[in-house]
C-alpha cells in the first residue's frame, strides 16, 4: 500500500533551519505531485509548498515564500522541505501529500487534491 512517511522534525530556536524528507513507497512517485501542509494546534490545516512531477514548477505560501524551498528525487522516492529563517509562528505538525495527476505541471495548494497524507512530522520553533 502507499506510504508516506515523514522525517526530519525537531525543537529549533528563532531563526534557524530544518530539513525535512518525505519518503514515499507503493506509488509511482513521478506520477504523482508532492505536497508539504502543516496543522498548528487550534488551527485548520494550511497549505505550505508543492512541486510539480518532475519538479520544474514549484508553488509555496506567501507566509512561507522566500525561506522554504521545496524540492524532490524522483530516482529516491523522496520529497524534502528546506526550511531556513523558521519562525515561532512556523511551529505545527509538517505532512506531506501525494496528488496522482496526469497534468506535469500541476502543483497545487488544495487539499481536496491529494490522495495520499503521511502521519506528519513536529516542528517546534522557539521565540
Known amino acids: 500500500q502507499v506510504q508516506l512517511v515523514e522525517s526530519g522534525g525537531g525543537l529549533v530556536p528563532a531563526g534557524g533551519s530544518l530539513r525535512l524528507s518525505c519518503a514515499a513507497s507503493?506509488?509511482?512517485?513521478?506520477?504523482?505531485?508532492m505536497g508539504w501542509f502543516r496543522q498548528a494546534p487550534g488551527k485548520e490545516r494550511e497549505f505550505v509548498s508543492a512541486?510539480?512531477?518532475?519538479?520544474?514548477?514549484?508553488n509555496y505560501a506567501d507566509s512561507v515564500k522566500g525561506r522554504f524551498t521545496i524540492s524532490r528525487d524522483n530516482a529516491k522516492n523522496t520529497l524534502y522541505l528546506q526550511m531556513n529563517g523558521l519562525k515561532p509562528e512556523d511551529t505545527a505538525v509538517y505532512l506531506c501529500?501525494?496528488?496522482?495527476?496526469?497534468?506535469?505541471?500541476?502543483?497545487?495548494?488544495?487539499?481536496?487534491?491529494?490522495?495520499?497524507w503521511g502521519q506528519g512530522t513536529q516542528v517546534t520553533v522557539s521565540s
Open positions: 501529500a501525494a496528488d496522482r495527476t496526469a497534468v506535469p505541471s500541476r502543483s497545487s495548494s488544495s487539499e481536496g487534491r491529494y490522495d495520499y
Open positions: 507503493g506509488l509511482t512517485f513521478s506520477d504523482y505531485a
Open positions: 512541486i510539480s512531477r518532475s519538479a520544474s514548477i514549484a
